[in-house]
């Protein structure tokens, strides 16, 4: 059954999510009650108030991200997106090689990567593009996600791969284990490091990057979230580096980078 919710704890709950996570979700009041009406028993309460109360005095991580899995949705897949990896193997890569033949070192990150198809997935178009070579490069890509349940499928690597997967590429980067699930091959597993993030925190790694991958993920921020999000991946990226978002996503126009092709973006 979907409980009510009052205002004031509605306006507790969304602020607070908001400002720690940077999801907004002041206009979707409904979405809010029916995906989470039936975690208040699961966390022993019998009122949204009291499920609030306890959220916020407690602010127990695992609860927390229960709450996150319900409202977002960690929906990802193979090869999502295309013309992204074809830019990124035709343009991209060809350029970073030539820039880093001295060091061998790549610094690409998929920020909100959910359940890993997507680092995957550039690891397969690096390892492809490569070829022979590719032993000699230290081409591990930073993948990171809020949800340690997503982490959790990811860091298994096994999936329902899907059709568009190039037949090569099913033979050569998975093997089947039952049915119609493949496990990703240890080689594509071992070049992706998972770790836990939330992009609303200061970006303080030890590189800066060449290439950030991060489509879907701010469909939930509002503007003046998007805005300084971006701004601090725009600082964490080399100069000439690439941002990627989602074709259904976009920058503002005072965005400081530059379009270099659809939802692709270039730091000058």
């Known amino acids: 059954m979907i409980q009510t919710?009052?205002?004031?704890?509605f306006r507790k709950l969304t602020n607070f999510i908001k400002s720690q996570y940077g999801i907004t979700l002041e206009a979707k009041r409904q979405l809010v009650t029916s995906r989470l009406s039936s975690l208040l028993a699961e966390q022993?309460?019998?009122d949204f108030s009291q499920f609030v109360t306890q959220l916020l005095k407690e602010r127990d991580p695992q609860k927390i991200e229960q709450v996150l899995n319900r409202l977002t949705t960690n929906y990802t897949f193979f090869m999502r997106e295309t013309e992204h990896f074809d830019f990124f193997t035709k343009v991209i890569l060809p350029e970073l090689v030539r820039k880093h033949q001295r060091n061998k070192v790549l610094a690409i990150w998929s920020a909100g990567c959910s359940s890993g198809e997507e680092p995957y997935n550039l690891s397969m178009y690096i390892k492809d593009?490569?070829?022979?070579?590719?032993?000699?490069w230290d081409t591990r890509i930073l993948a990171t996600d809020i949800s340690q349940k997503a982490l959790a499928t990811a860091k298994k690597g096994i999936y329902e791969v899907p059709n568009t997967v190039p037949e090569a590429w099913r033979r050569k980067y998975f093997k089947k284990v039952e049915g119609s699930r493949y496990a990703v091959s240890p080689e594509i597993?071992?070049?992706v490091i998972f770790?836990?993030?939330n992009l609303m925190d200061p970006i303080k790694f030890k590189l800066k990057f060449d290439v950030i991958f991060?489509?879907?993920v701010m469909i939930y921020f509002d503007q003046p979230t998007k805005d300084a999000l971006v701004r601090r991946f725009y600082d964490a990226t080399v100069p000439g580096g690439y941002l990627m978002i989602s074709h259904s996503e976009n920058l503002s126009k005072d965005a400081p980078y530059v379009t270099v092709a659809?939802?692709?973006f270039q730091k000058k």
């Open 5 to 9: 919710i009052s205002d004031e704890d």
């Open 44 to 46: 022993g309460c019998n």
């Open 129 to 136: 593009y490569l070829g022979m070579q590719a032993g000699q």
């Open 189 to 191: 597993r071992n070049n």
């Open 195 to 197: 770790q836990t993030f």
């Open 214 to 216: 991060c489509r879907n």
């Open 262 to 264: 659809p939802s692709t």
